[in-house]
Each structure stands twice: as structure tokens, then as C-alpha cells.
């Protein structure tokens, strides 16, 4: 089993001491309940699994008998979506098994693409792996047999194909093999081939090759590059050659950006915090993927063996809906993980099985609205899932979100949270909308008890500033006291010593310089001064009494 990264173990030792004593305090748990593991799940802060109530349910699962197929679908590779339409490439057989949506039975057989008209080349498909339509109507098929992207239009009449570019960064030998292909609103094509690690392809819509795009980055080892400057040439023939990863899947979303998955990861990435395992790219190609969840989005972040199963996720699609949750499809365990648009999980579910709900093999994935459909190359089955009402609940508080409908979607968090009291997104939900109805003292404290810093400190910067202006006279009067107090008492204090220091407030002192019979004679003198006036007060007080008696 993976060891957890160093950080969630520092985050688990505060919680060690208070889980002991509420272990001392709690009662068993029945070792039944024990034993029970929901089949969906989210990671919380500390990285421990907390089982949810499912977001999805399996609808229905439809196999070739099923759809009422004469040929039985033989290794599919692809699925592609629209409103009322879904496309299997059935590679083995080569063609494309078009079926449509229909209200009570899910999905029904349409029809299916063997061939097109009018190609100046091979009329018949072969091995087409992947499929994308344009906002025009007009059809891209990945037909790898034929090394080349041919372009349709909805009657299947040829208009022209993509092939191997001449490209200096390209060997002479290389094959044009197109895997995967998504197309813009502007009919620019990017597509995977098989065997080409420099990135997307990009073709403009004339069929001009534009260059590479969103090249995965080399693993990079500081050892291996010190052994290589010590080896022999034999030696480094025998070591493994660095190259990029190739994606295995790409998705264009409704705002023209690529996502894009990455089949494998190195466990020391996770380990290290430092993966792309899903990528969002601009025209430029550069991966502009928010990431501020409390993990990384790999899917599982430690795993263990059992069943046969070992290593990290790895992605074999990727899919998104209008409101930025994307949902990646682990081949390896046979799990999709679904994250918002900050990086932040939502939920995970599914595993390997032969019941409804589990897979084999899961190839794609792909959306009708908000329903999932996944496609099962070893079962070669469709597996549709829908929203269950805990689902809707957390995809309506997202929603309404969007649309600025902030109480409502506080109170669809809060109908979440009624249900699953464990489920992290619906207090920082919560905090978000009160914090857009600038309710930042009640939106601290739900960002505070989910440890969200980030949101926490705006909606602190708002109530401080909040608070300063409820009490700005007493604010004012608080710095003006801080300011001019200590001033005032600096300058009383330069006051008192300007006066003991100054001449113009110093008395002399008529003993100043006086022999001690001088001093005897001055207060002899003084005595009798103040003798005499006393008398002339006392004679004044007389004659003043006398003239009034005579009146």
C-alpha cells in the first residue's frame, strides 16, 4: 500500500489525540456496519475515505443483445455524445453504431457508419477508434486503418481528410495512427496518434498542419542524470530513455478548451504533490486546470493491491459538463472521479465487476446532459447512469450558483448536508453563497470548519472591512487616540523640561551669594517689614472704623 504523502500525515496528527479519546468514549461499532463500504466515497481534509450517498445510479446497462444488434459490438474504442444521439466506434468490426436517445427505453438502435461516399481513397472504414461532430453538422472519424481523420457531411459524402504531417519533428518512419480527435467551432482539428509524444496535433480547418500542442513534460530523474554522467555507453544503452507520456483521451468542452488525461502516474508524483494527471488546455496549449482542493486530482491518493489491482488511477477519458464538474474514468480500477471546477472532488464511485455499475475494462466516457454513459471495452456493454436526488440536490446548489441564485443554492447545500453531514463540499457551498450575500462573519465559520484558508481569509477581508465601516467614528477616534495621545504626552513632557531648563521661568533668589550675617540681617529686615505692614493695616482698619462712626 502507498504510503500517504507527508503532508496529510502532519494533518492527521492533530486529529490522533482527539480521535483516542472520542475511541474511549464512543460504543463498538457492529462489526457488520463495520464491513460496509458505500460505493461512492469522497476524500476529506485529512485524506481518510468518507462514504456518500451515491450522486449516480445505474439506469440501465445495454449489450449488443440488448440494442438488438445483429453483429455483436467486437472491442470498441470510443463514445461520443450529443442531445439525442450516441456513437460507438466498433473498431473490431469497422463501423460506428449510431443509437438515440429514447424516454423509456434509455437508448434504442438507430443506425450505423460502414462507409462514405465519394472518398478519392478507401470508401470502407477501418478500426475507427473516435468520433467528434462540429457545431455544423459535419462528421470527423479517427479511421486509424486508413492512417488518416476523413470529414463528412451528415449524408457521409466525403469533403476532405487529415494525414500524416511533414514535420521535421517527425522520423521518417512514423506512422500516421489517429486515436483520438476533437474538433473546435471553427472546424480545427486536434487529435492523439499512436506513437506520437509531442503533443495534440492541430490541423487548421483547410487541413494545414498547425504544429504540436500540450506536450506532457519528460519524467525527470536528478539520480539517473548523475549515474548517466558516471556510466559507461554500454551502460546507458541499457538504461530506460526519458520520454513524454502520450495522452490517452481529449475532450473539448462547451467554452472551445481542451481537456486532456494522462494514462499513467508515477506513485512518487502523487507522493509529491506534483501531477497533472487530467489537463485543461487553452489555444495556446498551456494547462490552465484549477487545482485548490485539498488533493491532487489523480483519483485515488494511496491505494492498495487487492483483487489483482496495484498502482495509482490511471485515465483512460475524460468528459465535462456546462457546469465545470469533468468526470475522469479510471481504467485501472474501474472508478469515475468526478472534481468541480476548483479541483475539489465531488464524488467517486464504481469498480471492477461483473455487476451493474462496475466494469472490466472501461475505455470512454462520455455525457447526455447530466447523465453518464461509459463504455466497456471488455463487456463491450454501455453502462447509463443517471443523478439519484442526492445528486440533484448538489448539482442544483452548483448551478444555481452560476446563475448568481445564491440563498437558493445555499439552500440546496444545506438539503445536502441534512443528508450526508460529512460531505466537505456542502459547507464550503454553504460558505461561498454566504459569502456572495455578503454574509462574511456566518460564511467564516463554515469555511473554518472545513479548513478552507482561502475562502476563509476573503470572507475575513470583507467582514473586517465591513466592521471598519459600521464603526468608523469610533475607528477614527481609536487612531487618533493612538496617534495623538503619545504625542501629547511627548510634548507635555518637553514642556516640563523646557521650563526647569529656562531663564525666562527661573526666580533669583535674594540668598543667592550672601555671607551668613548677610543672610541674618536680610531676614531681620524682612521681619520687620512685614511688622510694619501688619501696623499700617492695623492703623488703616482704625481710621476706617472712626470715619464711619462719625457719619
Known amino acids: 500500500m502507498m504510503k ?8 492527521r496528527i492533530g486529529a490522533i489525540l482527539a480521535a483516542t479519546m472520542i475511541g474511549v468514549l464512543s460504543v463498538p461499532m457492529h462489526s457488520d456496519a463495520m464491513e460496509h463500504r458505500s460505493y461512492t466515497y469522497i476524500y476529506d481534509y485529512w485524506g481518510d475515505v468518507q462514504d456518500t450517498p451515491d450522486v449516480y445510479e445505474v439506469y440501465r446497462v445495454f449489450t449488443s443483445s440488448e440494442l438488438g444488434l445483429d453483429v455483436r459490438l467486437n472491442n470498441p474504442s470510443g463514445i461520443y455524445a450529443t442531445e439525442d444521439r450516441v456513437y460507438i466506434c466498433d473498431t473490431g468490426n469497422n463501423r ?24 478519392p481513397g478507401p470508401s470502407e472504414l477501418s478500426g475507427p477508434t473516435d468520433i467528434a461532430i462540429s457545431e455544423d453538422g459535419n462528421i470527423f472519424i479517427a479511421d486509424k486503418g486508413n492512417n488518416r481523420i476523413v470529414k463528412v457531411d451528415q449524408n457521409l459524402n466525403y469533403l476532405m481528410e487529415f494525414v500524416l ?23 480545427r482539428v486536434y487529435c492523439i496518434s499512436d506513437g506520437i509524444n509531442k503533443g495534440l496535433l ?7 498542419f498547425a504544429g504540436f500542442i500540450g506536450a506532457t513534460k519528460a519524467a525527470y530523474d536528478m539520480l539517473d542524470y548523475i549515474w548517466k554522467k558516471f556510466a559507461t555507453q554500454e551502460q546507458i544503452d541499457r538504461m530506460p530513455v526519458d520520454v513524454p507520456t502520450e495522452y490517452s483521451n481529449i475532450y473539448m468542452d462547451y467554452e472551445g478548451f481542451i481537456y486532456a488525461s494522462v494514462p499513467a502516474t508515477d506513485a512518487q508524483a502523487i507522493d509529491d504533490l506534483k501531477v497533472d494527471a487530467v489537463r485543461r488546455l487553452n489555444l495556446l496549449g498551456n494547462n490552465i486546470l484549477v487545482n485548490n482542493g485539498n488533493w491532487v486530482n489523480v483519483g485515488d491518493i494511496y491505494w492498495g493491491s487487492a483483487g489483482g489491482y496495484s498502482g495509482p488511477s490511471s485515465f483512460s477519458d475524460v468528459t465535462a459538463f456546462t457546469n465545470d464538474i469533468y468526470v475522469c474514468l479510471d481504467r485501472n480500477r474501474g472508478r469515475l472521479f468526478g472534481y468541480d471546477d476548483q479541483g475539489r472532488m465531488v464524488f467517486a464511485f464504481g469498480g471492477n465487476g461483473n455487476m451493474d455499475g462496475y466494469f472490466r475494462r472501461p475505455i470512454g466516457i462520455d455525457h447526455m446532459g447530466y447523465d453518464l454513459l461509459v463504455l466497456d471495452q471488455a463487456d463491450c456493454s454501455i453502462t447509463y447512469f443517471v443523478l439519484s436526488d442526492f445528486g440533484k440536490d448538489i448539482f442544483n446548489a452548483i448551478d444555481q450558483f452560476d446563475r448568481g441564485e445564491y440563498e437558493a443554492s445555499g439552500a440546496s447545500w444545506q438539503r445536502v448536508l441534512d443528508v450526508d453531514g460529512n460531505y466537505d463540499l456542502a459547507y464550503i457551498g454553504i460558505g461561498r453563497s454566504l459569502l456572495r450575500q455578503k454574509q462574511y462573519k456566518e460564511a467564516m465559520k463554515y469555511f473554518e470548519l472545513k ?14 472591512k465591513e466592521w471598519v465601516q459600521s464603526h468608523l467614528f469610533l475607528t477614527v477616534l481609536v487612531l487618533l487616540l493612538i496617534f495623538l495621545v503619545p504625542l501629547g504626552i511627548e510634548k507635555y513632557r518637553n514642556m516640563q523640561v523646557e521650563i526647569a531648563t529656562s531663564d ?3 526666580f533669583p533668589d535674594p540668598e543667592d551669594n550672601m555671607t551668613r550675617a548677610e543672610i541674618r540681617e536680610y531676614h531681620k529686615k524682612q521681619r520687620q517689614e512685614f511688622r510694619e505692614r501688619e501696623k499700617a493695616k492695623k492703623e488703616a ?6 470715619s464711619s462712626s462719625n457719619r
Not at 172 to 187: G, R, W, Y
Not at 451 to 464: I, V
Open 202 to 208: 492541430k490541423y487548421e480547418a483547410d487541413g494545414t
Open 451 to 464: 479548513y478552507d484558508d482561502e475562502n476563509y481569509s476573503k470572507a475575513f477581508k470583507e467582514y473586517r
Open 4 to 11: 500517504k504523502p507527508l503532508n496529510l500525515q502532519i494533518k
Open 165 to 187: 504531417p511533414v514535420d521535421s519533428a517527425l522520423s521518417a518512419d512514423t506512422i500516421f495512427l489517429p486515436n483520438k480527435v476533437v474538433v473546435d467551432s471553427a472546424e
Open 504 to 506: 525666562v521661568f527661573r
Open 96 to 119: 460506428i453504431v449510431v443509437l438515440a436517445k429514447d424516454d423509456e427505453a434509455g437508448l434504442v438502435y438507430d443506425s450505423e457508419i460502414k462507409s462514405i461516399k465519394f472518398a
Open 541 to 546: 482698619r482704625k481710621l476706617a472704623k472712626l
